[in-house]
């Protein structure tokens, strides 16, 4: 199987000069009172209103708004103030001690908890008292009479029921109509509806004082259970939020012996404001330098360096890792993190908002404000739900009232209700007073009397219109994106996949491709340096004496030789045959040096070891894992390095420096055909497999240097799990043909799936060149160099162990540094859409049926026939199924 470099197609897009201007601003505000998707649209509608602001985005499951704004035009409070005033309490997250700020927000919402229980549990005492009005009938007078009944009514809209129908007239009247506009309607008008049939019997209209009551019970009954359901759902990030330190201990490292187990001030102290063992501190006071002590079962308050001491260290809240991690002198730990068995002393190093646990919280809280594309369906039928829903209920009733009981009469005769979970009778009608006496259930669902009573067509009406207010549901709609993200990405964070938002969970849904860097991503990145080979050729540089030599002719004197861990010796030596047919050695001298314990072997080391050492001059001056091999190489042959300045890197083919006053260039073929050095194909092709840096002074090609990196543990299993969910694997690197062959064979990949020698700029190019083929591509990258291609992907998933550029341009980050986690993004983030499409199509479907149902378009041919109540029942399983199928998604992803 042979692999040449792929041709990337030049792309031009089209260029548009922009102006330059500075970065708009985010600003995040926590937003109380929004009930259902009505609200957060009406949020969302005077965010844009104001001066400056470029866009917003509200989600209700987190009631949290993002305001992104020209930078300087938008003052936060202002803003906050103008929500508060109209209804919606608002708080910006600007300045301030945001562990208050959070601690404030948890708390509010626990005694909004606690106080709908409240509500709840006294609407439930008034639903089980107008029950036993029905089951005791005759045997408690008092239970089953009217005025009774009225009086539950009248307590459950001013006790429970007041904050719903309070909150739902004032945004009736802001022109911001929701749930609770819809709820206060149908309960209010049923009740005064009951109160004309009471106070004037000669009109023969039936009494339902058990409607409001059941009706009110149902609602808070499903708010209730809604927002213990999203409390779960946000249980991840606060547990995550919670990892973050309150306090950090601080010591003074000027101090000549420090007892690290001692939590008492020194003998010789007299005050613990001078000279103290530790003063404790708020951790966010902590400075980049300062010295800390960190004490058994405690947390690591900031992100930092070990320096004294060794301890384990259990990363599993960040990582998703439960074995407690080796940490010595030199290990980097982080916030939140907890010191398992040792003291030590840490120096910090990312404090605040920098910490790694600090930006995991800021990343997902950030991924819970972004929507998935498909919600704007949602978000456009929101804005006008409430108003349409009243609307129908108002054509409803008038439809009913002039056209429907005079073309089928016979819906206003009794008809039997005995038709099981449909046949939800009239509540609690005449008990003991007035025309009817039609008292049925308690719930008045599924009873078997016939009932063949006239009822008055006003009456028929105006009950079909108050079941469509109440069965209509906006929440669900409002619900059902951002809590399968919550759970979605609280899932993620507890297992280290971090997903920056709806939108990314709805393209990692579309993805096709999966496109691999080699270097550092499939392979570790530690590359070890296995073979090389001086090639002095009229050069003014002499690799035998000490820098500044005359020229010497030897095409292939030299060859230098490392043996690998299993000590067989790895010759790249050409043979040739003598006048008597005996293979003779075409090299001369072969330097041999143990890859295991670094030890020179014997042989002409001289020449070789002065090709390293002029490599590792020219490399000091560049950040790349070659450059980290050949250095280490150096350093463990003793070799010391020579002066060297002017450093030039070009990314992709190699780097450049003045040794000795010399330009040295030390690079891949291409580098040198630029520096119009040749290169034989002999010797490329005697480092088949391998990595080849050439290197190269005044136009003579020195020699080259072989390097090999080795795969991941998990690589090949990632890729096998990828292709069995229906992905093409492939992958992407600037290295030699060679050596990406030799790794996609170990992975088993076809030559069609290598591009090979490409650089940075080209990766960009070879993503777009697969987009334009149709290809949804997702790249998995860990360095500068990965960036563009990053961008350019549909999805960019990087590793945390990378470096910040490749973290930042992606849409998915993995903390821990495992491949295997990106076959589990893909499928966290396919699991999530799906129960996102899941709760869309339920909650449309449930409004398109439920709404119509609610109409009376059964009652002609059936006498299906929905009360008030039993709509509200619906209404209330519509919000809570939503988010109890998203924390479904729990399930599928246990530990």
Request: charged fraction near 15%; proline fraction near 4%.
């Amino acid at each position: 199987m042979q692999f040449v470099p792929k041709a990337i197609p030049e792309i031009q897009p089209e260029i548009i000069p922009v102006k330059e201007s500075p970065p708009p601003e985010l600003v995040t505000f926590d937003v109380a009172g929004m009930k259902c998707a009505g609200c957060a649209k009406a949020v969302e509608r005077q965010l844009m209103q104001h001066s400056g602001v470029i866009s917003a985005c509200v989600n209700l499951a987190v009631e949290v708004a993002t305001v992104e704004c020209q930078p300087g035009a938008v003052d936060a409070e202002v803003l906050a103030k103008k929500l508060t005033d109209n209804g919606f309490p608002s708080q910006s997250r600007l300045g301030g001690n945001q562990r208050e700020a959070e601690a404030a927000i948890i708390e509010r919402r626990r005694q909004e908890i606690r106080q709908q229980i409240n509500q709840l549990s006294i609407a439930l005492i008034l639903i089980i008292l107008s029950g036993l009005g029905h089951i005791v009938g005759t045997k408690a007078p008092i239970l089953s009479n009217i005025w009774f009944h009225w009086g539950l009514a009248t307590l459950a809209l001013l006790l429970p029921g007041r904050p719903i129908i309070v909150d739902g007239c004032r945004s009736l009247w802001r022109n911001a109509p929701n749930m609770n506009t819809l709820v206060a309607l149908g309960a209010v008008t049923a009740y005064t509806a009951s109160n004309a049939a009471l106070l004037f019997p000669r009109m023969g209209w039936e009494c339902f004082f058990d409607e409001p009551v059941m009706l009110l019970g149902f609602i808070l009954l499903g708010k209730t259970l809604e927002q213990q359901a999203r409390r779960r759902a946000a249980s991840a990030l606060q547990a995550l939020i919670a990892l973050q330190p309150a306090t950090a201990r601080l010591v003074d490292f000027k101090l000549p012996i420090l007892d690290l187990h001692s939590q008492e001030l020194p003998l010789n102290s007299t005050s613990g404001l001078y000279n103290p063992q530790y003063i404790e501190i708020p951790a966010d006071r902590v400075r980049v330098g300062e010295w800390l002590q960190v004490l058994p079962g405690e947390k690591i308050p900031v992100d930092g360096e070990i320096c004294e001491g060794k301890t384990t260290v259990d990363e599993s809240m960040l990582t998703g890792e439960s074995m407690p991690v080796l940490k010595q002198p030199g290990d980097t730990v982080a916030a939140g993190t907890i010191n398992k068995s040792g003291a030590v002393v840490m120096r910090a190093t990312r404090t605040g908002q920098e910490t790694t646990v600090a930006q995991m919280v800021a990343l997902v809280q950030a991924a819970q404000t972004r929507k998935a594309p498909i919600q704007n369906l949602a978000d456009t039928v929101a804005g006008y739900f409430v108003y349409g829903v009243m609307a129908i209920s108002v054509l409803t009733f008038l439809f009913w009232y002039f056209a429907g009981t005079h073309i089928w009469p016979s819906v206003l005769l009794g008809h039997d209700m005995g038709h099981g979970a449909w046949g939800m009778g009239h509540g609690a009608s005449g008990m003991g007073h007035g025309a009817w006496g039609m008292g049925h259930g308690a719930l008045g669902m599924g009873n078997q009397l016939s009932i063949t009573d006239y009822q008055s067509p006003l009456l028929l009406s105006l009950k079909l219109a108050i079941a469509v207010l109440v069965i209509a549901c906006p929440c669900a709609l409002g619900l059902a994106t951002p809590t399968a993200i919550l759970v979605g990405s609280g899932i993620g964070a507890e297992r280290g996949l971090l997903i920056r938002g709806g939108d990314v969970l709805e393209r990692v849904h579309q993805l096709d491709t999966v496109v691999f860097d080699k270097t550092g991503t499939l392979t570790t990145g530690n590359l070890i340096l296995t073979d090389y080979l001086p090639i002095f050729q009229n050069s003014e540089l002499d690799l035998n004496s000490d820098i500044n030599v005359g020229n010497r002719q030897d095409a292939c004197s030299t060859i230098s030789t490392i043996d690998d861990v299993s000590g067989n010796r790895q010759d790249a030596c050409f043979t040739i045959d003598d006048v008597s047919g005996n293979r003779q050695d075409a090299c001369s001298t072969i330097s041999t040096i143990d890859d295991v314990s670094g030890n020179k072997q014997d042989g002409c080391s001289t020449i070789g070891s002065k090709l390293l050492q002029i490599a590792a001059a020219v490399e000091r001056g560049a950040c790349h894992p070659i450059a980290a091999a050949i250095l280490l190489e150096s350093q463990k042959q003793a070799l010391p390095l020579l002066p060297a300045e002017d450093f030039y890197t070009e990314p992709g083919f190699g780097v450049s420096a003045l040794v000795d006053g010399r330009r040295v260039f030390a690079g891949n073929v291409a580098w040198m055909s630029e520096q119009g050095v040749a290169v034989p194909t002999q010797l490329s092709e005697s480092l088949h497999g391998k990595t080849a840096v050439y290197v190269a002074s005044g136009g003579v090609l020195l020699g080259v240097i072989g390097l090999k990196d080795t795969l991941r543990l998990d690589a090949k299993a990632t890729v096998d799990r990828l292709r069995e969910m229906g992905l093409r694997v492939m992958m992407l690197t600037g290295d030699t043909a060679s050596a990406a062959a030799a790794t996609a064979q170990q992975l088993g990949l076809a030559a069609a799936d290598v591009f090979a020698e490409v650089r940075p700029d080209g990766k960009a190019r070879a993503i777009a060149s697969l987009q334009a083929q149709g290809c949804k591509v997702a790249v998995v990258g860990d360095g500068i160099n990965d960036a563009p291609a990053l961008a350019q992907a549909d999805v960019g998933i990087g590793l945390q162990c990378g470096t910040d550029v490749a973290v930042e341009t992606a849409q998915i980050v993995l903390m821990r540094n495992a491949l295997m986690d990106v076959v589990e993004s893909i499928d966290l983030g396919r699991a999530t859409f799906n129960k996102i499409r899941q709760n869309l199509f339920w909650a449309f479907a449930y409004n398109t049926l439920g709404i119509p149902v609610a109409a009376g378009i059964l009652l002609p041919a059936t006498g299906i026939l929905l009360s008030p109540a039993a709509a509200a029942a619906f209404m209330a399983f519509s919000s809570v199924s939503v988010v109890t199928n998203s924390l479904l998604l729990r399930r599928k992803f246990r530990a």
